[in-house]
């Protein structure tokens, strides 16, 4: 998530000389520091004060400028650069009493190669208990130089002796594309999760592998992408954009903060029909790609408007590891709309519902794409086509308690000879609602039997993932996706889209 919060490169360089005035408001503030430290009734730790206060000087400028720890910038960079040394495994643990739980080894990881199942639950990491430890601090112990070992002990549903594990690090890649497969004999589907330095390679090596099984057409997965590096944006942009043609430009105060990123080279799919899905959690970069593609009428965009995150960190390193995240300037898409919503109110701006995304065209700036359609600015990029997702309250929650992973891992553990054609029986259903009282989760009939088609598909789903891996999960979730299905229909006018793209090059 650090990523979504930086959307400009790294940089660095010396400040200037500070103003007399703010010398003067510097003494004071340590000798405020000097007075806490000596006087508050309990003890106060430096570090921990004059960070906090770095934190609530930051509040005030904006949502995204941010002060980075040493832990936090490492693992920014770590994420950015697409690798780090580690075990490969997905884990989870919502709460220090919940045991620290595999998800899912990746494949081809050493993780995966020693056997590291999908349920797997870590009792210890180098002979300490783990109960007790944050996901933090089992990431710390669990990640380490390539080349060297670690010990962990599991428990296993079904198997009543522990086992253990030692297991040598290695490079974990941090793929930016999560899936990628045919939806049909000619659609292929890409979703892309975040965007870092492989970004743009991941996916031309995608989308040739895709071309190779018969894809003359392309659905865009950005949904739930909080963003990343802007070079990326602008690289994955131009794939499917003329040379020359604008992405992105930047407005600030200070000097070098006005910058217009244009594609660098003709796109090496510029006919390719093309559909973008976005949702309210599509940020940054991902809404520079998308007001691009719509503003240049080379995509159609669908789903819903995305979170408006519009404003370029500049991340300066400081010294003990440490580094600021700055806001520098505002992108706006080629068109001149302002990507950034309003956040005066940074309570409404990071708790709003869908309601609020939609533009309130006398507010909203009014521009147009290359053809005349027409677009609003200042709000998130809002798609040619609202399609909205099915969902409950009762889905939501079980979701978010990891509930239909250990139903699976259930299902599992206690079934045989599970096959790819796995329905949910009325059996399999009375099956889970036993589970859910087993595990004191709260429902009503009402809701179960409202969500029930709903909940039925995750449970295929997360039994797919369990046994065959993720990206069978994800393609049993997508055959129910609303809005996947919604830009299937709607190909034809991303071909007319493409074909006004190529008679404007003509």
Do not use: C
């Not at 730790?45 to 949502?63: C, F, H, N, T, Y």
């Not at 112990?141 to 599991?154: M, W």
């Not at 890409?190 to 659905?219: C, P, Y």
């Not at 590891?321 to 520098?328: P, R, V």
């Amino acid at each position: 998530m650090i990523a979504g919060a930086l959307a400009g490169g790294l940089a660095g360089g010396r400040t200037s000389a500070l103003p007399a005035r703010t010398g003067e408001q510097l003494s004071t503030y340590t000798q405020l520091l000097s007075l806490v430290q000596a006087r508050a009734a309990e003890p106060v730790d430096a570090k921990e004060a004059i960070e906090g206060s770095i934190r609530g000087m930051l509040q005030v400028l904006d949502p995204h400028s941010n002060f980075l720890d040493a832990e936090s910038y490492r693992q920014m960079v770590e994420e950015q650069r697409g690798s780090f040394s580690g075990l490969g495994i997905v884990i989870w643990k919502p709460s220090r009493d919940l045991p620290l739980t595999v998800i899912s080894p990746l494949e081809g990881t050493p993780a995966w190669n020693v056997g590291i199942r999908a349920g797997d639950v870590i009792s210890q990491i180098e002979g300490e208990d783990t109960l007790h430890m944050t996901i933090e601090q089992a990431l710390r112990r669990l990640k380490g130089p390539k080349g060297t070992e670690v010990s962990i002990t599991v428990t296993r549903p079904g198997d009543e002796e522990a086992l253990s594990f030692t297991i040598v690090r290695d490079d974990i890649p941090t793929n930016s594309i999560r899936a990628s497969f045919m939806l049909d004999s000619t659609t292929g589907y890409i979703k892309l999760q975040n965007f870092t330095r492989t970004s743009d390679r991941e996916l031309e090596n995608h989308i040739q592998a895709l071309e190779e099984q018969g894809m003359t057409r392309l659905v865009l997965d950005l949904r739930n992408n909080p963003g990343g590096l802007l070079d990326q944006a602008v690289r994955v942009s131009e794939r499917f954009l003329d040379r020359g043609q604008m992405v992105v430009y930047t407005d600030g105060r200070i000097r070098g903060s006005d910058q217009e990123f244009r594609s660098g080279g003709a796109g090496s799919r510029t006919d390719l029909p093309l559909v973008v899905l976005v949702n309210k959690y599509s940020a940054s970069a991902s809404e520079i790609v998308a007001g691009a593609l719509q503003d240049h009428d080379r995509a159609l965009i669908v789903g819903n408007t995305t979170w408006g995150k519009g404003l370029v960190q500049t991340v300066y390193p400081l010294s003990q590891g440490a580094a600021l995240a700055l806001t520098t300037a505002r992108y706006f898409t080629p068109s001149g709309r302002l990507i950034q919503r309003d956040y005066d109110s940074l309570e409404d701006y990071l708790l709003y519902d869908d309601a609020d995304l939609e533009p309130n065209e006398e507010e909203r700036e009014l521009r147009h794409t290359d053809s005349g359609r027409t677009v609003y600015g200042g709000g998130g990029i809002r798609p040619d086509v609202i399609v909205d997702l099915e969902s409950s309250r009762l889905l939501e929650r079980l979701r978010r308690a990891q509930i239909f992973f250990h139903f699976a891992i259930d299902l599992k553990t206690h079934s045989a000879n599970i096959t790819r054609d796995f329905e949910v029986t009325p059996e399999v259903m009375a099956h889970f609602e036993s589970f859910l009282d087993a595990r004191e989760v709260e429902w009503e009939r009402g809701d179960l039997e409202e969500a029930k088609a709903l909940i039925s598909n995750e449970i295929r789903a997360a039994l797919a993932a369990a046994l065959w891996g993720r990206l069978e999960g994800d393609r049993i979730l997508l055959e129910v996706d609303p809005q996947v299905k919604r830009a299937i229909e709607l190909f034809p006018e991303a071909q007319q889209l493409a074909d006004l793209a190529r008679a404007k090059r003509e």
